[in-house]
Nanobody, 116 residues
């Protein structure tokens, strides 16, 4: 049974910070690429950031310099540190895991709301 569980979402004022966590089970975590996606109302789901099994990271232009992704293979957990949050960051944030360039498994998401 594969399970990805996000946590850490909530309501924060613009300029504030949140740290999201995604705990994985049922997969060999260390060989999976991990990613964070988000979907805002009326918008398509977009890739925010990813970290490969080798530790390589990529970020969407909109979050570069503000967000950081990291992973702890011993804890089977991937993190998303979000700083200098903006109202446009408001969305449901999903973590995903996969191999071979795919996102095979998805969490159910956690709501992040940034107020102005």
């Amino acid at each position: 049974q594969v399970q990805l569980v996000e946590s850490g979402g909530g309501l924060v004022q613009a300029g504030g910070s949140l740290r999201l966590s995604c705990a994985a089970s049922g997969i060999i975590f260390s060989i999976n690429d991990m990613a964070w996606y988000r979907q805002a109302p009326g918008k398509q789901r977009e890739l925010v950031t990813e970290i490969t099994s080798r530790g390589r990271t990529n970020f969407a232009d909109s979050v570069k310099g503000r967000f950081t992704i990291s992973r702890d293979n011993a804890k089977n957990t991937v993190y998303l540190q979000m700083n200098s949050l903006k109202p446009e960051d408001t969305a449901v944030y999903y973590c995903a895991a996969g191999t071979g360039g795919n996102s095979d498994y998805w969490g159910r998401g956690t709501q992040v709301t940034v107020s102005s």
